[in-house]
């Protein structure tokens, strides 16, 4: 493990001086930047397994793991074989290949919701196109999101989103036209009579609801009782839809989702992050009636150059194949479990205010008394000491979301002896703050 007085980012630092001249703000994606939690971000070399090497050789356990993606852990010897095998055979097809029709059985048989799917290139994709739908459907204009659900940059959902935003304090984001977002009706996460007050307001207009089902981009917070089968049954009601964006907790908190884990069927799904198994990947889908709504079958459009490219296909097969092994999600939920409560554990027995928790692998913690239902109790977080917290875990080889307002991951590669070292690390900064 890294000690505070062997840890030097030298070379992450002239790398990162040099890209804010070349990229705004340094990166291709804002979270990564380090702004809530200080100090520049270390500067990735290579991954392997559970692990992470920066460009001055220092090696980190990680809990990010590509923000999700890499649940059997980095470069996982038999998704590399398999990519070099498809590598030979091209990048991109920008043609039908057998490969979709194999990820596509896979992803039908596994989503409760699921019995058409469309692949897209990136979860934001899938969220615009599942809007679109939703609409062209229904033949209503307005929706519904939770406050600090994150379902991707597109304008009309840039609305009290989770994620980057809420790490850089910004409500919404300049650019983006009222008339976007008009159509845009904002709920409280847990909260089923703030859902069935938009209703009153607006009836028969709303053309549905989409949400994380297990908030990731607020930090984690789990659904309460009943919540999600609150909602199956006002969107019945009132003729909408109800759409889980599973993106994040799509064949992670359970290989069917969270609609499996909770047993509450949406009309429609999104996905992305595991099921492209390192590579760029989205997918929405559901009912067959209302996929049939999609072009070239029906009159909504929606297209994309790489859409179902091979080596996204190849990644996402062997990814799931891997998960399908027996005793997979109960090493998950094990290895989880330990981390999740030893961190709660060790931040009451040093005196911190702290709640959270984890459902497979995927997992939080808020340096609040709690507990956190939603986006406004996250908000009551310490974020000062969470950025202490990080930057020691950072500086003693232990690499997490550099945001108080994202969830953790696990992967198969964490070993107990990887818990066991994150813990030691956890004790001794949060003896220290």
Known sequence: ????????????????????????????????????????PIVFDRVKGAYVWDVDGNQYIDYVGTWGPAICGHTHPEVICALHEALEKGTSFGAPSALENVLASMVIEAVPSIDMVRFVNSGTEACMAVIRLMRAFTGRDKIIKFSGCYHGHADMLLVQAGSGVATLGLPDSPGVPKSATASTLTAIYNDLESVKSLFEANPDSIAGVILEPVVGNSGFVPPDAGFLEGLRLITQEHGALLVFDEVMTGFRIAYGGAQEKFGVTPDLTTLGKVIGGGLPVGAYGGRQDIMSMVAPAGPMYQAGTLSGNPLAMTAGIKTLELLQKPGTYEQLDKITKKLSEGLLQIAKETGHPACGGQISAMFGMFFTVGPVRNYDDAKKSDLAKFSRFHRGMLERGIYLAPSQFEAGFTSLAHTDEDIDRTLEAAREVMSGI
């Open 1 to 40: 493990m890294i000690t505070t007085s062997s840890w030097t980012t030298t070379k992450s630092e002239e790398i990162f001086q040099t890209a804010q001249n070349l990229m705004p703000g340094g990166v291709s994606s804002p979270v990564r930047a380090f702004k809530s939690v200080g100090g520049q």
